[in-house]
């Protein structure tokens, strides 16, 4: 009787095994000739979500300065927080998803970043909305960390590009629809809802995840976490951002501004030292080493500061020649619209077998050719408007070819560190992207906004140039490193 009862109860502590265990995908899914794409299309959910928040919230900065009587630089922290955080864990999250399972991270990812949005919309003040903000990106840093490794390890390396095409259509898809979703609802419902709105998506996406996801086969074990490094990486990647910031027009002393440049460079020469020299590192530098895996990054991170620039640049010129915001949004969304179209049909049209590599100098070459437009054409709809949308399809044949060529570099095991520094990439991308365009105009001061949009051009031109040089210097086979999935 004693025996039996032993045998059949349940083993002790068994139940924390359900939170820290992957669950695999229902044999009927898995089976499936094309399942992954199932895997891939619950991916582009975050992708979508992350996006879409990022251009739908600045869309409050007038209710909520209204509604907590606040002022503009005040209310600027709902995004730079949110920017800050996510840059400083994607990195982090990545490594612990190596380890403990990309599945099980982004799921929980999800959970946070729903909890937090939810918690948003009913944040009591503009301190308590910031504090949300943060732990919305702790959640979105895990998403977003394992976005490009699911997507990599799911996918046959034959079909690689074409879902990472797809994801980057879903990133550009959000990026379209935050400002006309945001004004619909902030100016219907309120702003609240810009941040509920995420929690429907959330709880689809939890569910669709859990089934359709692979579990994780290749993991790299970590004997520690690297609490130093993290801290060195964070203040690495703030101070940096905050530099940049301030000195686009933020009221902080010259003398403070010199100062975050200073903790950035020392903070990130300690990182890296601490990288070469700690037994557990973050980050694997010798990743860095891979020709592909470095010059891609460089790329990456030119692509979306050209990605992002003109959502600062159009909008300040066309409204200052008395074209409303609707308008300015409008053609702003021909920018995103080309790069959906590039990343999901480029593989249609252009020739299957055509090396990424040279994918993405085709891709720099035309955003490149589009982005030198801004300076000699006039800044009309009329010349922006194809300005636009050559400069979207050029990064949208660009993007999904150069993530391919970085995700291809890196072995399985590490895939999950390997997608969070493209996300870290893209972000400090983003950032810069918004920073130096805020930047070019402020410095031309008094020489009026021609003179600064050319300015601004000027900027996006040579990010397009550093692209180029990236895609040319990369090497010239494509990498065949192999991904399972189970």
Not at 226 to 237: I, K, R
Request: charged fraction near 10%; glycine fraction near 12%; proline fraction near 6%.
């Amino acid at each position: 009787m004693a025996t039996d009862t032993t045998t059949s109860s349940p083993p002790p502590r068994r139940w924390p095994a359900v939170l820290t265990a992957e669950r695999p995908r229902p044999e009927g899914i898995r089976s499936l000739p094309n399942g992954w794409w199932l895997a891939v299309g619950a991916v582009c959910f975050g992708a979508f979500m992350g996006q879409l928040d990022a251009s739908i919230v600045t869309l409050t900065y007038g209710s909520l300065r209204t509604e907590f009587h606040a002022s503009l630089a005040a209310v600027e922290w709902v995004s730079l927080a949110y920017l800050l955080t996510l840059v400083a864990l994607l990195v982090p999250a990545g490594r612990l998803a190596d380890a403990h399972g990309r599945k099980l991270l982004y799921l929980y990812g999800f959970a946070v970043f729903t909890l937090a949005s939810a918690a948003c919309g009913f944040a009591p003040s503009l301190t308590a909305l910031v504090a949300f903000r943060v732990l919305q990106a702790a959640g979105a840093a895990m998403m977003q960390a394992n976005s490009v490794a699911l997507v990599t390890t799911s996918a046959p390396r034959r079909r690689m590009r074409s879902a990472l095409g797809v994801q980057a259509a879903a990133q550009a898809l959000g990026l379209a629809l935050g400002p006309t979703v945001g004004g619909a609802l902030v100016s219907t419902l309120g702003w609240r809802w810009v941040f509920w709105v995420n929690v429907p998506v959330g709880v689809l996406a939890l569910v669709g995840g859990h089934y359709l996801l692979p579990r994780t086969r290749a993991r790299t074990r970590v004997a520690r976490f690297d609490w130093p490094g993290l801290f060195l990486l964070a203040s690495a990647t703030t101070t940096a951002l905050l530099g940049v910031s301030a000195a686009s027009g933020l009221p902080v002393p010259d003398w403070a501004v010199a100062v975050l440049f200073v903790v950035a460079a020392s903070a990130g020469w300690g990182f890296v030292r601490r990288q070469r020299r700690t037994t557990a590192p973050l980050l694997d530098l010798t990743l860095l080493r891979v020709r592909a895996v470095a010059f891609g990054l460089v790329g990456a991170l030119s692509g979306y500061l050209v990605l992002f620039g003109p959502l600062v640049l159009v909008p300040v010129v066309l409204t200052a020649r008395g074209s409303s915001d609707l308008t300015a949004g409008l053609v702003l969304t021909a920018l995103p619209a080309g790069f959906a179209l590039a990343a999901t049909g480029g593989d249609r049209l252009l020739p299957r077998g055509l090396p990424d590599r040279t994918r993405c100098l085709a891709g720099a070459g035309v955003f490149t050719l589009a982005v030198a437009g801004l300076l000699v054409a006039p800044l009309t709809i009329g010349a922006l408007l194809p300005v636009l949308a050559l400069t979207g399809l050029g990064l949208g044949m660009f993007t999904p070819a150069n993530n391919a060529m970085i995700m291809g570099s890196i072995p399985a095991r590490s895939s999950g560190t390997g997608g969070g520094l493209v996300n870290m990439t893209r972000g400090q991308g983003t950032a810069l992207g918004v920073a130096l365009v805020t930047l070019a105009l402020h410095l031309a001061g008094s020489a009026g906004l021609p003179t600064g949009s050319r300015w601004a051009a000027a900027v996006l031109l040579a990010a397009s140039a550093v692209a180029v040089g990236a895609a040319w210097l990369t090497p010239r086979t494509d990498p065949g490193t192999t991904h399972a999935a189970s």
